[in-house]
């Protein structure tokens, strides 16, 4: 079955470049989240939404990054005026669920942003 | 300050032998820990989880102990597979409170099986 897919799968921005990266999570999966993997490093948490509702930015690093899901399926995540240490790859996960009981999140392939 | 550790940055086995990968973490409040597991170029997939009441969770040849007093788990891979060659993190979570669905990962151990 059709996973959690992103796009594109790598972007190369100069610095200073806006950029946006997509999601498609699971379909009817009510949450989602975006984590931030820089080299060498494990996942790290930026935001989480459940439907349309971003229930937590805690993780989001400045205000140049914005994230988005209007409809509760597809997310954006923008990040504006990009800078060198915004390089990494940026996952995006989904879960079935929301609330109380929170299942296995299904992670996509992750886009890979470097800023030259 | 890195709450989940994964101390070994990579492991090399032999087919057919048993792989142990280890993880330690600070915050005594997390009460879920996940295991994943990443090929190159793809996203982390959900291998194995576990849960505070519990000391192990078997899942085929995957067993994962934890021992909540030295804070401290680990992955058993048993026989190792070349296919089981990936980078493996380890993850936790808190599931009481109203950060239920925040998981905080390690660093992630490359195991490298062997033929």
């Known amino acids: 079955g059709a996973g959690v897919s992103q796009s594109p799968r790598y972007k190369v921005a100069k610095r200073g470049q806006d950029v946006a990266l997509r999601c498609d999570p699971i379909s009817g999966h009510v949450s989602l989240f975006w984590y931030q993997q820089a080299l060498g490093q494990g996942p790290e948490f930026l935001t989480y939404f459940q439907n349309e509702a971003q229930l937590d930015k805690s993780g989001l690093p400045s205000d140049r990054f914005f994230a988005e899901r209007p409809e509760g399926s597809v997310s954006t995540l923008k990040i504006q005026r990009t800078q060198q240490e915004d390089s990494a790859v940026y996952l995006c996960a989904s879960s079935v669920t929301g609330g109380l009981i929170f299942y296995e999140q299904y992670f996509g392939p992750g886009t890979r942003l470097t800023v030259t | 300050d890195q709450q989940v550790k994964q101390n070994s940055p990579s492991l090399s086995v032999q087919e057919g032998r048993i792989s142990i990968l280890n993880c330690d973490y600070t915050?005594?409040?997390?009460?879920?820990f996940l295991w994943y597991k990443k090929y190159p170029a793809e996203g982390p997939t959900f291998l194995i989880s576990?849960?505070?009441?519990?000391d192990k969770n078997e899942d085929g040849r995957f067993t994962v102990f934890l021992n909540k007093s030295a804070k401290h788990l680990s992955l058993h891979i048993v026989p190792s597979q070349p296919g089981d060659s990936a980078v493996y993190f380890c993850a936790a979570r808190q599931n009481s409170g109203g950060s239920n669905y925040k998981l905080t990962f390690g660093k992630g151990t490359l195991l490298t099986v062997n033929p």
């Open positions: 915050n005594s409040m997390f009460d879920y």
């Open positions: 576990i849960s505070s009441i519990k």
